[in-house]
């Protein structure tokens, strides 16, 4: 079976950037169709031979129009439920907002591995500021940027070691 890798966080952190960004060497092999979009909420992604199934718990937001806070925790349950690892992202511009504290909560009652993802550091030089991050409350944190693609192999090569 393969490993299920759930994106997590709230809206507008980069959830579905950084999906793209890893399905994105899996896509151009199986699925190089011009004109052909869809949501993608599920899509299997490949590193170093090493498939998983990555899930942009977000894309959930296009069918419910509800309170963002209750939507936000709902698609949180579905995707932690059935996930081996869950990718904590956070706006490391923005810093921690208390939504990102109650997703926090969430994803340390459910018992899974989760890794804090500091998104948006577009810059070689890292802010002293990401490590607040720390204070969610879990060990691993890394420092990307989706959109410049900083840090995915190594967040990659994490991933792979822990589905
Ligand atoms: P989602 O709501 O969590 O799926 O977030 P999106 O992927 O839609 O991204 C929200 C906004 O953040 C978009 O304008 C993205 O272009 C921007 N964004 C995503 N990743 C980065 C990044 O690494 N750096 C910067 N500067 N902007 C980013
Ligand atoms: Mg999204």
Known sequence: RKGIVSIVGRSNVGKSTLFNKLIQKKEAITEDTPGVTRDRLYREAEWQNNLFLLVDTGGYEKFKDDIISKNIKLQISLAIDSSDLVLFLVDGRVGILDEDR??????????????????????????PSVYEFYELGFEDLFIISAEQSFGLGDLLDEIIKNI
């Open 102 to 127: 109650e997703i926090a909560d969430i994803l340390r009652k459910s018992g899974k591995k989760v890794i804090v993802v500091v998104n948006k550091i577009d810059t070689h030089i890292t802010p």
